[in-house]
Structure formats: C-alpha cells, structure tokens
C-alpha cells in the first residue's frame, strides 16, 4: 500500500496531490504535457524532494515533511522505468540488469544465476551480451523492466511505458507488461499518453490538471467524463476545445523544465 | 574550373586562390620551423646527443614530474569538476574562475607568487623549510609549478564532460540502489571516460612544456629541477645539437598527444 501527499513548488504551479494504491493495484495518470505527472513519479521515488506532505510505502515512511524525514532514493526500493528507459549506454544487457544487484553487494554467483532467471522470464537470453544501444523500442522497455523486476521492488512506477515501443509491437508489449505487473503483486503507477494504456493496465485513472488530482476513479467513470475538455480529447472522438498534442516519441520526462534541481 | 564567366564565376577563382594562398603560407609558418629542426640535425647526432646526461636527466625528470602532476591534478580535479558540474551552490562562480585562472596568468606570474607562497620565507614556505620541508628550487616545486599551470585544462574538461551527460542516467542509477558514490564510480565517470582522458592528456602536455613557473620557482639545477624546456634553453648557449634533441622529442610528443586526443575522442562519439 503506498498512500502519497505530496506538496511542491513548481515554475508555475504548486502541485499538490493526495492519493493512495493498494497492493496489486496499478494506478493510472492522465494529464496534459506539465500537469505534473513525471513530477509526482519523481517525488514518489525520491528523485525529487517534496517541499511538504507525507509518503508511506508497506507501512515504511519514504518522506514526512513534519517528521523531517526523507529516505534516500537509493534505499527506497522503489522501480522506476523512465520514458526512455535510461539504460545505461556502456554496459550490456546483462550488466544493466545486474547493477542494482551489484550496488546490494549480492554475491557474484548469486548475480549471475539471479540476472540469467529474470533474462529468461522477459525473454531477452539471447541478448543478454549486447550493448544496449543495439536493441529495439520493445527491447529496451523489457530490458528496463528486467532492470527493475530483478530488484523486487515494493513499488513500480512506469513513466510511458510503451512511448518508445513501435506501433506494431504496442498491443502484444501491452498484454505483457500487464501481466508482468499482475505478477508482481505490488501497488503500480503508470503515467500514459494512450487511452488504451488506462483501460487495459489501470485498476484506477487519475486525472492530474495543474497539479492536482482532478478526478479520480475507474478508467472507465473517470474517461466518461466528456465535460472534461482534456478527458473529452483523450477518451473521446468528440472534437475538444483545448487540443490535445501527443507527446514525441523519444525524450525525457514529461515534468516542466523546473522539475528537476540544478 | 571556370565553365562559365559570370560575374560571380569570375570572382571566385581569384577568391580561391587567395584562400588557398593564405592557408598555405599560414601552414608553411607553422611547420616550416618545426620542419627546421629535423633539418638542422643528422639522426646520428641526434641519438648520440640523447645519451648525454643532460638530455637524459632532462627528458626523465620531465616525465616523471609530469606523470606525478597529472596525477595529482586528475586526483583532485575529478571531484571538483564532477561537483562543480553537478552541485549548484554559493560561491561556485567564484571557484570556476579562480580554477581557470592559471590559463590567463602570465607564468612568469604564476613563478613568482609560487615562490612568494612556498618560497623559504614564503606565507606557507617559512613553516615548511621550519619544518625541514623546503619546497623552492626541489623536484617537488617543478611538480607544485606544473600542477598550478596545467590543472585548468583537465577541469575545465572534465567539467564540460560531465555536464554533457544527461542526468537520467545518474537518476535510473540511484533508485537502483547506487550510492551517490557509486553512481560517480560506476556511471558518470565511466560515460565521461573520454573527455577526461583527452583533458589529462592535455594537461600532462602542458606540464611537460612548462618553462616559466618553473624556472622561477624550482631553478634549473641538473637531475633535479631542469625539466627539457630548461634544458633546452640552458644547452641552446653551449650545445645546440643537446637542445635540438630535447625540442625534437619534444615535438615528438606534442604529436604523439595530438593523435592521442583524436583517437580518444573519436572513438566514442
């Protein structure tokens, strides 16, 4: 269970947002380019410090403004896949997967039998003594799940998951990524772009507006609400007042430029 | 060349000959005296004058103190450059310039206020040689003079690498668990790899060509502080085949410098 209030000054807004994901529960988050999204991901997994508010993950809490406490990034056991994935360009595949191991100091053996298991599972053996720039869109994705999974993290958080995964490939990556978090059994939040990201992967959608949570429901409740302009150009094929731009392809994160401290 | 004589076709052949006339004339100037001293010197006297103590003690002193200073500058130089690039606080105006202040300073300068610092009744120096640590005019002011002068050609460097990495390596890094040392050990000087040695390269080539600093603060005592450029300028008033021998390897390795830094950077690009 992980139950999020979170309280930053942004360049032109303060977001604020409240929220809770059960364990099992995979969460979506919608919104226009700057609402916040990526920003909240980075609070929640400590890339970012909030100015206030409180985070709890399994009854352990990450950030408590009041209590002054704020767990490192790197002891928080949080997965967070980035938008473009972030792998890290002078390894292989298999060094990747195994970085976070290494920095747990688990033993070499151990690493090597625990990598080759998760390679298995995401299916990506074949690769794993490729250098990371040699890989596909889905690749990538599966490799940075890999990356991720292999950690046992109480927490995944996936920033467009499947933006850099080419049209083709989305449906059956989709299916897959959906399983893989149903497998994991551990509160998920999705940042997504594509209707059909929040109603095959969300339990639960989450409109984000200027930094806060403007409504919050099922995706379907949440995408029937077509009063809503950006909902309307999301969901609905109905012509919005306020256009929707899909984000590009590649590129970092979706926060505002100020999201990030120098 | 010319098919057709327009106005501007006409124009242009003069244009390119006098383009090429200056490249040429300006290539000429700068390889015409490097050219010159493989000229003035027959490659037996030139392996027969490096066997001369002189230019033998010359040509390891100045390696090995030149070793030691990019040492001792990529020591203390990687953390500054890597906080520097990474860390936004109060007063990092003021350390960037005062790190790149040796580029602009005359060495001469840079001698003098060395020997003003370190010298025996020097700020620092009285306590040292008080101490039976005298630094003035030892091996030890060779290495103290070229570390002053080339340190800012490693940050300046390495600063500029590190800050061309994007920071969502180092993010990815740590919510993998990578301690912010980990994540400097492991990610961000491994992708800065390239610039950093190309920086230490330059920085370990501006040490060996140091002459001013040097001979203010270290003097030019044979074997201990008379690096090649002194060397140079000491047997060029007796033996000038011993000084033509010395700036032959010298430019040797200017070159050999050259093609390292191109190899190192190309290859990762």
Redesign the interface.
Known sequence: MLSVHAVRQLRDFVLDITFSVRCGETLVLVGENGAGKSTVL?LI???LTPDGGEITLAGRTLFSGEKLIDV?????????L?Q?Y?L???MTVFENVA??LR??KVPRQEIADTVAEQLRAMNLSDLSGVNVGRLSGGQRQRVALA??LV?EPELLLLDEPLAAVDMRAQAAMRRELRDRIRNAGIPCIIVTHTPRDALELGDRLCLIEEGRVAADGTPEEVLGMQENGFIASFAGPRVSERPYTPPPITG??QGPPDS??? | MLRHAGRARFWRAPLTLLLTVLLALFLLFVTLPVASLFLRISPEAFFRSLADPVVLDALVLSLATATVSTVIVVLFGTPLALVNARCDYRGREIVDTLTDLPIVLPPAVAGIALLMAFGRRGVVGQYLDGSGIPVAFTTVAVILAQVFVASPFYIRQARASFEAIDRLYEDAARTLGASPTTVALRITIPLAWSGLVSGAILSFARALGEFGATIMFAGNFQGRTQTMPLAIYTTMQGDLTAAISLAIVLVVISFAVIAAVQIVTRRNI
């Open positions: 980075n997994s400590g890339i490192p990034a790197e002891t928080r056991n949080i997965g967070h980035f473009s972030a890290f360009p002078h970085f976070g920095c747990r990356r991720a950690l970092h994160s990030r401290p120098l």
